[in-house]
């Protein structure tokens, strides 16, 4: 069994690696601007940010803990629960202007063909549609959704199958 010396050992090559190419960014006394990026690095590798490894980020970043886990919280785009780990996380915006294009259609179409309620993840771990957006900033094309950070506008039910069944 191996031990680990440093919360930072949990950290895989890839996510140091990615870290390190953004750290390179910035000077060196403002590791801090590197945060959202090594979180994203995270995600990337779990799906979801755990406890173990915000505390590997901190550590790696030389900052506080609790300044990791106040932005994995703050920010919707990071997901702090175990059960919101999936290959895809969906996303729809459900306020004004794309609940009036028919966002509520899409979601209950996503729920219906997935076989999961928003904020529930398939049982393969492939999809997690997470709780409604209030604003995801395109209203002008509405209604959409996001797949892993990728805009997919102006949708309507096949538009949103083609998409979810294209996905690998």
């Not at 805009?151 to 996905?167: A, G, Q, S």
Request: proline share 3%; glycine share 2%.
């Amino acid at each position: 069994m191996t031990t680990l010396s440093r919360p930072s050992d949990l950290l895989s090559t890839y996510e140091r690696e990615d870290i390190d190419h953004w750290l390179t960014k910035y000077p060196p006394e403002q590791k801090r601007s590197a945060l959202l990026a090594a979180l994203r690095a995270v995600m990337h590798e779990d799906h979801y940010l755990s406890i173990e490894k915000m505390d590997a980020v901190a550590d790696y970043l030389d900052l506080d803990n609790i300044a990791v886990y106040e932005v994995a919280s703050f920010y919707s785009m990071y997901e702090t629960d175990e059960k919101a780990a999936a290959k895809y996380s969906v996303s729809v915006c459900t306020n004004v202007s794309c609940m009036l294009r028919g966002s509520d259609e899409i979601v209950e179409h996503i729920e219906t063909k997935l076989g999961v309620k928003t904020g529930e993840s398939t049982p393969d771990r492939k999809f997690f549609i997470k709780q409604e957006e209030e604003c995801l900033a395109a209203c002008s094309s509405a209604p959409m959704m996001q797949v892993n950070h990728v805009y997919y506008t102006d949708l309507t039910t096949e538009k949103v199958d083609e998409i979810l069944d294209n996905l690998e």
